[in-house]
């Protein structure tokens, strides 16, 4: 079947892995993306795994953190603020 899409190589797919999960890569990047995983066990794996993970983080991350450590963290973000006022 003839393809649009450059094939990609692993060093082509592994550093485009969060975009693809993320689906931040082009129409003609995802297919060659969705290709290559067809075809790599090990891409496929790392996918797998990130993927895991992307879900673990959004878990943990729907948590809300009690109103004591948020005021913490607010006042040491306005003093960090004071302190690098440049956002430095
Ligand atoms: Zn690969």
Same mark, same amino acid.
Do not use: W, Y
């Given at each position: 079947?003839?393809?649009?899409?450059?094939?990609?190589?692993?060093?082509?797919?592994?550093?485009?892995?969060?975009?693809?999960?993320?689906?931040?890569?082009?129409?003609?990047?995802?297919?060659?993306?969705?290709?290559?995983?067809?075809?790599?066990?090990?891409?496929?794996?790392?996918?797998? =795994?990130?993927?895991?993970?992307?879900? =673990? =983080?959004?878990?943990?991350?729907?948590?809300?953190?009690?109103?004591?450590?948020?005021?913490? =963290?607010?006042?040491?973000?306005?003093?960090?603020?004071?302190?690098?006022?440049?956002?430095?």
């Amino acid at each position: 079947m003839e393809t649009l899409f450059k094939r990609f190589a692993c060093e082509d797919a592994l550093p485009r892995l969060h975009q693809f999960i993320d689906e931040e890569l082009s129409v003609l990047e995802l297919d060659a993306m969705r290709d290559h995983l067809d075809g790599c066990d090990n891409c496929a794996h790392e996918h797998e =795994v990130r993927t895991k993970l992307k879900s =673990v =983080v959004r878990r943990a991350c729907r948590d809300v953190a009690p109103l004591s450590l948020r005021s913490k =963290v607010a006042a040491r973000l306005v003093e960090l603020r004071r302190a690098f006022p440049e956002g430095a």
